[in-house]
């Protein structure tokens, strides 16, 4: 298997700019989890999905973030419009539903720098 | 989700044991403990989780106390790849459910 799979791996962009992530879990994995990792906060959780279903966004920063799941092997992330305070590392991970270990596997994450 | 308090940095040697200690005093009945590694530029990776007692893998061990308000990561024989950042979480069944990341140990190991 590939692993879960982001794009794009950099993104560089001005603030105002509307800024779209993507994800791939790893197939047959029924939850796809956002992280956000900075300096300053660490690594936060945006949002996590169950069966293409958003089932916590509390972490969702503000209405410029939002996320969909319009199928089982794909996610977005979207920041409208960005803002410099936005640059961070975005991570995505998946975990199957059973398993006798449930970890989740992450992403290789995607650079954001909003100027 | 249970607090975890855990060391902010350490240092080790190439071929040394390494143990990096959690602490999780309010850690419910039915949470699990796990251990995540991140390296740079990478996403945290999976490294052992347990409930009680100790745990072993081919990658490291996992002491927990009879009480289980802390745990223990062990890494043997370190090397310089070894060098990352340890996070502790504990919760029910993380896997399903969102973790929690606190500010992590970052290890540094030394040739």
């Known amino acids: 298997d590939a692993g879960v799979i982001q794009s794009p791996r950099h993104e560089v962009t001005e603030m105002g700019q509307e800024v779209t992530l993507r994800c791939k879990p790893i197939s047959g994995h029924d939850y796809l989890f956002w992280y956000r990792q900075t300096m300053m906060r660490g690594l936060e959780l945006l949002i996590y999905f169950n069966n293409n279903v958003p089932i916590d966004d509390s972490g969702m920063p503000e209405d410029r973030f939002s996320a969909k799941m319009p199928n089982a092997s794909f996610s977005t992330l979207k920041i409208q419009p960005s803002e410099p305070r936005d640059s961070a590392v975005y991570f995505c991970?998946?975990?199957?539903?059973?398993?006798?270990?449930?970890?989740?596997?992450f992403g290789p994450g995607t650079r954001l720098l909003v100027l | 989700l249970a607090k975890t308090t855990q060391p902010i940095s350490m240092d080790s040697y190439e071929g040394q044991e390494v143990n990096i200690t959690c602490s999780h005093n309010n850690i419910a009945t039915n949470d699990y403990i796990t251990w995540y590694q991140q390296f740079p530029s990478q996403g945290p990776r999976f490294i052992i989780q347990?409930?009680?007692t100790k745990v072993t893998n081919e990658v490291a061990s996992l002491f927990i106390p009879a009480d289980r308000k802390s745990s223990t990561l062990s890494l043997p024989r370190v090397s310089l790849s070894d060098t990352a950042v340890y996070y502790c979480l504990v919760g029910k069944r993380p896997g399903r459910r969102a973790l929690t990341f606190g500010s992590g140990t970052r290890l540094q190991v030394q040739p």
């Open positions: 347990g409930y009680k």
């Open positions: 991970a998946s975990s199957p539903e059973t398993g006798s270990q449930e970890t989740q596997y």
